[in-house]
């Protein structure tokens, strides 16, 4: 099956800090997004919108909770789809993050300002008040920047939280250094459906953000533990793609371990990171997984930085 290129990722190379001489692209023109919305299970649901991360949603009739919140010229959009379900003219009362990256908080502002209590790990607060710079530790960053304050959560936790509304105990559990340094995955256990954020994708090889405290092996333990603690027939809903299945994570989880063996065999036998790109050491996965956003050499860049634990690895220039 080809990969699928998601626009979020022409954002979010719009967004990369582009070499010198040439122009920063403009971002996409929102104004004509539109807002999908699928049934998932029980009263969840997900909404999809120009691709950037999916939210999910617990409506009920206590009111709306929802898990990330897209882009904020999104946001009235997305209000009125929830309100457009018929299930509750109650607004959305909680939003947890899955992570802090700009296309999963963008609408935290809009929506906290609507009178929604924004909840995340400590480090997305952290990093959602500082800003700074998301990458893979090679050529592909960005830089996010600082939110108002407004945007930031006003709860945090440490390890996990619960929200206990529309008869569901929503429970967002932290992994450490998968995605970034701030992952929550959050379970619908009554619904029997899981948010994996950004730790599970179906674009292709996946953007681990190393830069922000993210790593490879953390990602492969959070996709293990999280399918070790759901049934078999539980919904998955991706950071980005469509609604999956623990065989497909498990499938994805075999990437990522059989990638990063290949990398470690290939620093076992010291071999540089310009030689595994010369040696094209992942070209068995390169048709399946690359992608516009992360090609197999950016993969490469993300193993190696990772692998070695290499956060603060100098840009390197784009060929
Ligand atoms: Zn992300």
Not at 108 to 120: E, R
Request: net charge negative; aromatic share 8%; with cysteine.
């Amino acid at each position: 099956m080809r990969t699928r290129v998601v626009p979020i990722l022409a954002l979010a190379s719009a967004l990369l800090a582009p070499p010198a001489g040439v122009n920063a692209q403009e971002p996409p023109d929102l104004s004509k997004a539109e807002i999908k919305v699928t049934h998932v299970a029980g009263n969840i649901y997900m909404l999809e919108g120009s691709d950037a991360g999916n939210i999910a949603a617990s409506v009920g009739e206590d009111g709306i909770v929802l898990v990330d919140d897209e882009y904020a010229p999104l946001a009235e959009k997305i209000a009125a789809a929830l309100k457009g379900l018929g299930v509750t003219d109650k607004p959305v009362r909680f939003i947890i993050n899955t992570h802090y990256h700009f296309d999963h908080t963008g609408g935290n502002l809009p929506f906290a300002d609507a009178g929604a209590t924004l909840i995340a790990h400590d480090n997305v607060r952290t990093r959602l008040a500082s800003g700074g710079t998301a990458g893979t530790g090679g050529s592909m960053h960005f830089e996010e920047v600082k939110r108002a304050q407004g945007a930031l959560p006003v709860i945090t936790f440490d390890r996990d939280v619960s929200v206990h509304l529309n008869g569901e105990d929503i429970r967002a559990l932290h992994y450490p250094a998968g995605h970034t340094d701030g992952d929550a995955v959050i379970f619908f256990s009554k619904a029997n459906v899981v948010h994996m954020g950004d730790d599970y994708v179906q674009y292709g090889f996946p953007f681990i953000d190393v830069r922000s405290g993210g790593s490879v092996r953390g990602m492969i333990a959070a996709c293990e533990a999280t399918l070790a603690a759901v049934p078999a027939d539980v919904k998955i809903i991706p950071g980005h793609g469509a609604v999956s299945n623990p065989a497909e994570v498990r499938e994805y989880v075999q990437m990522l371990k059989d990638t990063s063996a290949v990398v470690e065999k290939a620093l076992r036998a010291g071999r540089t990171l310009d030689q595994m790109k010369e040696d094209k050491i992942l070209a068995r996965w390169s048709a399946k997984y690359s992608n516009d956003f992360i090609d197999t050499n950016s993969f490469i860049d993300t193993l190696y930085y990772s692998l070695t634990n290499q956060r603060d690895a100098p840009f390197r220039k784009h060929n």
